[in-house]
């Protein structure tokens, strides 16, 4: 079993709980379904820093990295540090987050908001809406190429820009679809959590150019990205590297005002 299967089995059970107390034609009445969204993909494309910073209290590779700080101190400081979009991890049980972090950031900040979440069912779509983002992510790795078909036609339908995540090329292949905006490389293994970021550069030329191309996770320092931009990429996703300091925001300030 790998921490993908530990979650998604775990997802499975906490949307059925869900679906039966909020359901979908609940969602649909929930203000913010009605929200205009804005493009975390336009957003990154005219971007000259490309970063998607994340809030991320905690993780299965590193337990607890920021338990202190407060999400709206951190996502107001990753706005004003320059950050083109927020990430906002949902999940309760792994990550530490939840839908009500959502909410918070979207009242808080008014640059494009991912819903971070690990999606097996299209009801965490609607979720996902109702609760203010503007884009969400599918893993290639917990989808089946039927499924990432349905859920990306469902998320466009619903104004929501479509970041798909991938790890290899097989996941790569079956993720090149037309309700697809941006095709994140992971460089985090999800077997033993080894980051390497030579597989954003081994996949990059295989993403066509009409994908906005982001690497996600393991990013620490200006030069990878400087580095990852020669191959393409617009979009860079930092979490832990932010939010392991005292203060995210400032962290990610310098660390933006270096790529400028
Ligand atoms: O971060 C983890 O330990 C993790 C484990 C299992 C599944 C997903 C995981 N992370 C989700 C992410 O995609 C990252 O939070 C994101 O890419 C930012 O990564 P980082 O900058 O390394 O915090």
Redesign the pocket.
Request: aromatic share 4%.
């Given at each position: 079993m790998t921490?993908?299967d530990n979650?998604t089995t775990y997802k499975r059970k906490e949307v059925s709980a869900k679906k039966e107390a909020i359901p979908v034609r609940l969602l649909e009445k929930f203000p913010l379904f009605a929200k205009e969204t804005k493009s975390l993909a336009e957003a990154l494309r005219i971007s000259t820093t490309g970063i998607i910073a994340?809030h991320?209290r905690r993780?299965?590779?590193?337990s607890v990295i920021n338990d202190k700080v407060l999400l709206p101190e951190v996502v107001s400081g990753y706005e004003l540090a320059g950050a083109k979009g927020i990430s906002v991890?949902t999940d309760s049980n792994f990550f530490g987050g939840s839908l009500d972090d959502l909410l918070v950031a979207e009242k808080t900040v008014s640059i494009p908001i991912l819903r971070k979440e690990f999606i097996i069912d299209p009801y965490q779509i609607y979720e996902a809406k109702a609760y203010g983002a503007d884009a969400i992510l599918l893993i290639a790795a917990c989808l089946s190429a039927e499924e990432l078909k349905q859920f990306s036609f469902l998320a466009k339908s619903l104004k929501l820009d479509v970041l798909l995540e991938v790890h290899n090329l097989e996941e790569l292949q079956k993720s090149l679809l037309p309700n697809v905006d941006m095709i994140g490389v992971?460089n985090?293994n999800?077997k033993n959590?080894k980051v390497n970021i030579e597989i954003s550069k081994k996949l990059s030329e295989e993403i066509p150019a009409d994908f906005v191309k982001i690497s996600?996770?393991?990013?620490s320092d200006t030069e990878t990205i400087k580095d990852l931009r020669t191959y393409g990429f617009e979009g860079f996703?930092?979490?832990?590297?932010f939010m392991k300091t005292e203060n995210p925001g400032e962290t990610a300030k310098a660390f933006i005002d270096k790529l400028r």
């Open positions: 921490i993908l979650i994340e991320k993780s299965p590779s590193k991890l992971n985090r999800l959590f996600e996770s393991g990013i996703l930092i979490g832990e590297n």
